[in-house]
């Protein structure tokens, strides 16, 4: 995606530096540990770094606690309805390419109410970034099974532990025809992340990225290991990947991987085992929303066309 | 083929067309043809082509598909019927009638579907193609010979016409090219000016080759000079010149080109029949003029797709029918809560459930009143001719844009296949949606800045500075913010709501049709508007005191109906939708379920209304409407 708006040409008065503060919405009221705070930051990092202007800026979300993350923001923002955020940023998109058109969905809310949508907007490449914050369970609701909670984990919903494999948001995506952008981060890894958003953002196309997101309430254990244990996350390195020195260096098993190399991005996915990085980029591939663009047109061309069609059926 | 000199065979006794110059002239002011065939061979683009025509010619024109549910039905079924009901007039007509006068058949099964939904008046005349008589296969001989004992039931005076024999001294396969020698046939009966009749070929096949257009034109001259010389009869129905250009469509056209003309700029659908042509017109020419047609994933990504397009500034619609409509729900709900400018288009059909996918029904009425969870008020108007679909788009734009809410437009089968010609709209400027202004947010407006007494506001578009907010579908305040406060849901609930009021402010009460007062007064609404009348016009010739009333605007409902309606001894309403019967076993008046309107309009205006509904899969006819008046005027009085 990229900023087509500059600070010049956006709004009224004076350009102003915008700081972190200025793209800051309501107060957030996830619980205190929750990941999602630190998705948040990173965003609002990111609107920063980029100065974006803050009425050209969208931010649509379905519903679930990740769902309320417009509302954090001071920008426009759309919450919507389980599972439906991909609809509506897409007609957005498709209505107004100045935007930026930004979607975050959780776990249910992408990989299991709304899969239809996400398998379509992979295929229809429209250009947003879109972020599945994974934290393999329904959180607002009070821990019931997510299609991404891990097989045996009890919730409220599978007592006796969840029954089936977890599904694989990376195979998914990765499997969808046209998929252009696919990356993995994690919410304790904020540098990785915010670098993440960034090629996220920069990509022209579906930006999607997997966070996984920690929930101190409901599955507080799923990610412990890993958290805990930072040699047992991979890190995709490349140099047209994402790359932090930081994370690198806390994270020391590193995996060399060519992201544009779509065979590999997709064996690494399904071979298990958690890895961050960027799986998967193709900026060349074809973009709905730059095909099916509304075309400009002046009241005289819409009357033109009508009297020529009324011509076709004149008696 | 024997030359029988004869001029009308007897009852039902099939013979071969007559010949020589004396022609007995049929006049009439109104005549009513049907071309049925195999699905397939064409019956449709026949018809639809001489309606065109006749249109063009001064002729009053409304046409009705025939249409078998299933996409490729086995040959020579009853089941297979495909074709079109053309009634043709010197005036205006707004009905497919009753019985059709003039038929042609391209076998005798589908002839035979037609004759048992006693579609055919007892005298017609029925053109029927005789290759099937002398069939090398005894099945089809055998079947052919009982289908005629069971029409010889009836005193249709059948004509045999050697379609394929004709049609073979110019194409190689015969029963490809027929309907164009029946569109011939037609022409020759009919009187039509060649010429029109070959232009409108040429638009027919305008994406074809030179060679398909003359082949199609060879076979139309064989047709007409067939009829010409062989047919003893023609029909006259006199043309009245228009006094104004005109133009001919069917409703699902005259739909797509109000979109165009209402400024709309995304239409955002999934296929579903009979709605989809809409969208299949649109394709053809709405980028011409700036449009797009977004075929979304799913039903409900249709509606979405429209809701994000219209937040963001353009003017969207969405096309669909019931069983999408019921998949729309909850976005729907999400477009009233966040009052976020609709129209959604639902061109009804048979339900529920997959019900009956291309015939005609009023079935949806509550549902889009009523589908979504917890009150969700909205506007729902009702076209009832083809003119009315292309204007009715430019006032519910206007409408969804005024009052930041949805509006429902409701079509249905009989309108979206129905042809008929109306009066050529002359585009306004005004009427297309003003781009939206993307100018600073003045200082202090709040993203739903409702006006107390109307519940009126002013939205935000993104890209408008100082107008960041969040829409939400949780309950919220001025502000947009979510809001649990008790005093807060009852004020977003009375603010949407109050807007309906509103509108109904700027409303006039409707006009009967026929005497403002009366014995009976028939309610009605949506595409049964031209048989309704009729019937009510035979009535009235009658000498019964019966007016109709037809109404456009079912939410809010027009103003003034209680003080029309207390001027009739009884109301009843006329409906294509599903009603007990009051004598059905253990139906009583207080478990009897209702028309739509019917149970809409006694809970508004607490007045008796009783309905008189059927759901026969096809378009009221005006006989069976009188019958049902007839039949409650008997009963006399107030119910």
């Keep these: ?315 | 083929m024997t030359t029988s000199p004869s001029a009308f065979a007897p009852a039902g006794a099939p013979r071969d067309a007559g010949t020589g110059p004396e022609r007995r002239v049929i006049r009439a002011r109104e005549h009513c043809v049907e071309v049925v065939s195999d699905s397939g061979e064409g019956a449709q683009k026949c018809g639809q082509s001489f309606g065109a025509v006749s249109a063009k010619m001064g002729n009053g024109v409304w046409t009705v598909e025939i249409i078998p549910a299933e996409i490729q039905p086995p040959a020579r079924t009853p089941a297979g019927a495909s074709g079109v009901r053309i009634r043709l007039g010197s005036g205006p007509v707004t009905n497919w009638g009753d019985h059709a006068e003039l038929v042609v058949a391209f076998n005798e099964q589908v002839l035979l579907a037609r004759h048992r939904q006693n579609a055919l008046a007892d005298d017609a005349v029925v053109l029927l193609e005789s290759s099937w008589r002398d069939h090398e296969d005894e099945t089809v001989r055998t079947a052919w010979q009982n289908a005629l004992e069971e029409l010889g039931t009836r005193h249709y005076r059948i004509v045999l016409v050697p379609m394929q024999e004709q049609c073979a001294t110019v194409v190689d396969d015969a029963r490809r090219g027929r309907n164009m020698f029946v569109l011939g046939l037609l022409a020759g009966i009919y009187d039509r000016d060649a010429e029109r009749c070959r232009e409108q070929i040429a638009q027919t096949f305008r994406k074809k080759s030179r060679e398909v257009y003359e082949r199609n034109a060879l076979l139309f001259d064989l047709g007409r000079t067939w009829a010409l010389e062989q047919l003893d009869f023609r029909v006259e129905v006199p043309t009245t010149p228009h006094d104004e250009p005109m133009v001919v469509m069917n409703g699902n056209t005259a739909l797509a080109l109000g979109a165009m003309a209402a400024g709309m700029d995304l239409c955002a659908m999934y296929p579903i029949t009979p709605a989809t042509s809409v969208s299949h017109y649109l394709g053809d020419v709405f980028e011409d003029a700036g449009g797009i047609v977004h075929q979304a994933e799913d039903e409900i990504a249709a509606a979405g797709v429209a809701i994000g397009a219209s937040y963001a500034g353009k003017v969207a619609f969405t096309v669909t029918s019931g069983p999408g409509l019921a998949l729309k729900t909850e976005f729907l709900g999400l477009a009233v809560m966040t009052e976020t400018p609709l129209v959604v288009v639902d061109v009804q059909r048979g339900g529920p459930s997959t019900g009956l996918p291309t015939k005609i029904e009023q079935s949806d009425l509550l549902a889009v009143l009523f589908g979504q969870p917890g009150d969700a008020p909205k506007v729902v108007l009702a076209p009832s001719t083809i003119e009315e679909c292309f204007h009715v788009m430019v006032t519910a734009r206007r409408i969804a844009e005024s009052f930041r809410c949805v509006v429902f437009v409701l079509s249905d089968a009989n309108l979206a296949t129905g042809v008929q010609p109306y009066p050529r709209p002359v585009p306004d400027e005004r009427w297309l949606a003003t781009p939206p202004d993307l100018g600073p947010v003045p200082e202090g407006l709040r993203p739903y800045d409702w006006d107390p007494r109307t519940g009126l506001s002013r939205r935000f578009v993104p890209g408008q500075p100082g107008g960041m907010h969040t829409l939400t579908g949780l309950v919220h305040d001025e502000n947009s913010k979510v809001s649990y406060a008790p005093g807060a849901n009852e004020r977003g609930c009375a603010m949407r709501s109050r807007k309906i009021a509103v509108l109904q402010s700027t409303l006039e009460p409707p006009v009967p049709h026929g005497a403002d007062a009366g014995d009976l007064l028939v309610v009605a609404w949506g595409s049964t508007r031209g048989a309704v009348e009729e019937a009510v016009d035979r009535a009235r010739d009658a000498g019964l005191a019966v007016s109709s009333l037809h109404l456009t605007f079912l939410s809010p409902l027009e103003p003034g109906l209680r003080e029309i309606f207390a001027r009739f001894g009884r109301v009843m309403t006329v409906e294509v939708n599903y009603s007990d019967e009051p004598d059905d076993p253990f139906v009583t008046d207080e478990n009897r379920r209702r028309g739509q309107l019917c149970m809409l309009l006694r809970a508004q205006t607490l007045v008796d209304v009783d309905c008189w509904t059927r759901v026969p899969g096809q378009p009221l006819r005006p006989a069976e409407i009188l019958t049902a008046i007839r039949a409650r005027l008997a009963k006399g009085g107030r119910p």
């Design chain 1, 1 to 315: 995606m990229t900023a087509t708006c500059t600070l010049t040409d956006c709004g009224a008065g004076e350009p102003v530096e915008l700081t972190m503060a200025d793209y800051q919405g309501a107060v957030a009221r996830w619980c205190p540990g929750c990941g999602d705070h630190s998705v948040l930051s990173a965003v609002q990092r990111l609107l920063e770094a980029h100065q974006l202007a803050p009425e050209r800026t969208v931010f649509v979300s379905g519903i679930g606690c990740s769902s309320r993350f417009p509302h954090y923001l001071r920008t426009y923002g759309f919450h919507g309805i389980h599972g439906r955020a991909l609809p509506v940023a897409t007609g957005i998109r498709l209505a107004r390419p100045d935007l930026n058109v930004f979607a975050v969905m959780g776990d249910g809310d992408c990989c299991s109410i709304g899969a239809a949508h996400w398998v379509h907007a992979i295929r229809y490449n429209v250009d947003m970034v879109a972020l599945m914050l994974d934290n393999n369970i329904y959180g607002l609701t009070k821990k019931q099974t997510s299609p991404t909670t891990p097989l045996g984990f009890a919730t409220n919903t599978q007592p006796r532990g969840s029954y089936l494999p977890p599904l694989d948001p990376l195979s998914v995506t990765l499997g969808v025809t046209n998929a252009s952008f696919v990356a993995q981060t994690a919410d304790w890894a904020p540098q990785h992340l915010y670098r993440t958003l960034d090629a996220a953002f920069r990509h022209r196309g579906f930006a999607f990225v997997r966070v996984l997101q920690r929930c101190p309430v409901w599955t507080s254990s799923v990610f412990q290991d890993l958290v805990r244990d930072p040699s047992r996350v991979e890190i995709l390195v490349h140099d047209d990947g994402i790359r932090d020195e930081s994370t690198e260096s806390v994270h020391t098993h590193h995996v060399e991987h060519d992201p544009g190399d779509i065979d590999a991005a997709r064996r690494l996915a399904e071979e298990g085992g958690t890895r961050l990085g960027l799986f998967f980029r193709d900026p060349e591939r074809p973009r709905y929303d730059a095909t099916r663009r509304l075309p400009p047109y002046t009241p005289a061309d819409r009357i033109a066309v009508l009297e020529r069609e009324f011509d076709r059926h004149a008696v």
